[in-house]
Nanobody, 124 residues
Framework: QVQLVESGGGLVQAGGSLRLSCAASGRTFSTYTMGWFRQAPGKEREFVAGINWSGGSTRYADSLKGRFTIARDNAKNTVYLQMNSLNPEDTAVYSC?????????????????WGQGTQVTVSS
């Protein structure tokens, strides 16, 4: 069982940056593949980025490559999402998720555990 708690969301102006954190409970965090997803108002939840257990493999939504960076610190049981050059279209609730498989999946249904999410609002 893994419990996930996101933090770092807030209000930022267009062009700004935010770093989200996702703290996980449990001693097996280092064995999980982690992902970030987001859901904008009136839209379906979508994949943002994922990272494997060691941090050696990452995956991004094509539209976000170059602006967002995912990283993890297994010693701190934490995964991060650095978001740069934010624009109003990035406004959403951002959630982290964990899965026991080794593949960095983009499919929502393949993730076993989810956090509550943190709101990111980008003003124009």
């Amino acid at each position: 069982q893994v419990q996930l708690v996101e933090s770092g969301g807030g209000l930022v102006q267009a062009g700004g940056s935010l770093r989200l954190s996702c703290a996980a409970s449990g001693r097996t965090f280092s064995t999980y593949t982690m992902g970030w997803f987001r859901q904008a108002p009136g839209k379906e939840r979508e994949f943002v980025a994922g990272i494997n257990w060691s941090g050696g493999s990452t995956r991004y939504a094509d539209s976000l490559k170059g602006r967002f960076t995912i990283a993890r610190d297994n010693a701190k049981n934490t995964v991060y999402l650095q978001m740069n050059s934010l624009n109003p279209e990035d406004t959403a609730v951002y959630s982290c998720a964990a899965r026991g498989g080794a593949v960095v999946a983009a499919t929502i249904g393949l993730y076993d555990y989810w956090g509550q999410g943190t709101q990111v609002t980008v003003s124009s």
